[in-house]
């Protein structure tokens, strides 16, 4: 069982910064495949980023590429999605997830846990 809360949302204005963090509680953090999401109103939640299981790659959307940052602290059990260059599409709310396999897909339903949201708002 994984418990995730992130943080680090709030409002930003277009080409500025945030970094989300999430915080894992529970045992094994090491031992899951942890990624991002973000759903905008009236959209699908989409997928943002994850570092699979034991593997040392990150895969990002292309819309997040070269702009968006996952990077994992294992000693401390958490996860952060550093943002630059922000742009108003970006605006969502932004998910943490974890998943128990090796995989690295960008659909949701092969996540296991999953936290509440953390709002992020560009402004033009």
């Known amino acids: 069982q994984v418990q995730l809360v992130e943080s680090g949302g709030g409002l930003v204005q277009a080409g500025g910064s945030l970094r989300l963090s999430c915080a894992a509680s529970?045992?094994?953090?090491?031992?899951?495949?942890m990624g991002w999401f973000r759903q905008a109103p009236g959209k699908e939640r989409e997928f943002v980023a994850v570092?699979?299981?034991?593997?040392?790659?990150?895969y990002y959307a292309d819309p997040v590429k070269g702009r968006f940052t996952l990077s994992r602290d294992n000693t401390n059990n958490t996860v952060y999605l550093q943002m630059n260059s922000l742009k108003p599409e970006d605006t969502a709310v932004y998910y943490c997830?974890?998943?128990?396999?090796?995989?690295?897909?960008?659909?949701?339903?092969?996540?296991?846990?999953w936290g509440q949201g953390t709002q992020v708002t560009v402004s033009s």
């Open positions: 997830a974890a998943r128990s396999d090796y995989g690295f897909g960008s659909s949701i339903y092969h996540y296991d846990y």
């Open positions: 529970g045992r094994s953090f090491s031992r899951y495949g």
């Open positions: 570092n699979p299981r034991n593997r040392g790659i990150t």
